[in-house]
């Protein structure tokens, strides 16, 4: 009896360990530094996707296909309307050429969904003058088919 126990407490201590250290590695792949590289990676593209719609006339249904990568439905739904709102009443519109993310507190953070919230630090240039303006921001990130999609994106300030 002395045996067959001795032998499940060394097993529960085994899938324990194990267990932790999976805990350990999930934890240290989502962490801020990954979530502020994905974001600014899906941001850059879905800037000159927007840029390229804008200043060099890119057909909607290009840029629906390659917001298609980066975005979930839902802001992928507003965005073709945005930018179909532009090509309909064409104005001057700032040029954003870059953008920081500066901090990030997380809401939500698991194997399928990251949302958090962020400042955001965009370069902007104008026909008088270049500007940095910083905006705080509600994101979310949703895992679909092994990559992360920007599922929301809402400015707080």
């Known amino acids: 009896m002395k045996k067959i126990l001795t032998i499940m407490v060394v097993l529960m201590i085994i899938i324990l360990f194990f267990g932790v250290g999976q805990a350990q590695i999930y934890n240290n792949m989502i962490n801020e530094d990954f979530v502020i590289r994905t974001t600014r990676t899906i941001l850059v593209s879905r800037m000159d996707i927007i840029n390229s719609c804008i200043y060099e006339g890119l057909d909607l249904d290009i840029a629906k ?4 990568r980066i975005e979930g439905d839902v802001l992928l739904k507003d965005d073709l309307e945005y930018l179909t709102y532009l090509k309909e009443n064409p104005t001057d519109f700032e040029y954003v050429y870059d953008l920081r993310i500066l901090n990030v507190s ?9 949302s958090f919230i962020t400042e955001i630090e965009w370069d902007i240039k104008s026909y008088e003058n270049e500007l940095t303006e ?3 921001y509600e994101i979310e990130l949703l895992k679909v088919d092994n990559k992360f999609l920007l599922t929301k994106f809402k400015p707080l300030s």
Do not use: C
Request: charged letters at 40%; glycine letters at 0%.
């Open 65 to 68: 296909q390659k917001l298609k």
């Open 106 to 114: 997380f809401v939500d953070n698991n194997l399928e969904k990251i």
């Open 134 to 136: 910083v905006v705080k």
